[in-house]
């Protein structure tokens, strides 16, 4: 996005940040790219900011990854915090919103807060494995996935080789 000139306001909350110690190799580091190509960096309690406001202008909003319990303060309409409220303004003002739930398996209270944002217009993108692209490594699947959301907003990209018969 950085690289594009397309400006991003980022939220990790507290508990991406605790999930982030587990799955990354350096935790520090990988906050610090977060930072490094991120404009704005936002603390998850700054409700305050300029994304909590219908006001400020922006395209849209991805949540990448999003947990169930966001997925479910979305669909419910419950902002208790900077994520779920900058989601709750993209479906007010009716802008762009893409969700990339992890989880697995779905129960059905999962599928159902995904059909109920999807019915509005929500883009819901899981990270789903893709084959037919020959992927040789995890940095592979990670861009096809990328590559899909960057679609949603028509940002143009090479992360993954399209569909060609
Ligand atoms: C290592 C680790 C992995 C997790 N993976 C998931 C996941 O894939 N999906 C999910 O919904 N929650 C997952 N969780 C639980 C969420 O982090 C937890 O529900 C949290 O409250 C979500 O908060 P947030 O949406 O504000 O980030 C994971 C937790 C840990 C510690």
């Known amino acids: 996005m950085k690289k594009k000139g397309i400006e991003t306001h980022v939220v990790v909350s507290e508990s991406a940040k605790t999930v982030m110690k587990y799955e990354s190799d350096n ?58 409220r900058a989601a709750d303004v993209q479906l007010k003002q009716q802008r762009k919103l893409v969700l990339v739930p992890r989880e697995s398996p779905l129960n059905a209270i999962h599928l159902e807060n995904m059909l109920k944002l999807s019915r509005i217009g929500v883009w819901i993108i899981p990270p789903m494995l893709c084959y037919y692209t020959k992927p040789k490594s995890v940095e592979d699947m990670t861009d096809n996935v990328v590559g899909r959301v960057l679609d949603a907003f028509e940002v143009e990209h090479n992360l993954y080789k399209r569909w060609e018969k």
Do not use: H, Q
Request: charged share 20%; hydrophobic share 40%; with cysteine.
């Open 27 to 84: 935790f520090e580091e990988s906050m610090k790219r977060i930072e490094s190509s991120s404009d704005k960096i936002y603390a998850e309690n700054d409700i305050a900011a300029s994304i909590a406001s219908g006001s400020f202008k922006v395209d849209g909003m991805i949540v990448a990854p999003c947990s169930m319990k966001t997925l479910s303060a979305i669909a419910n309409g419950y902002s208790d915090n900077l994520v779920s």
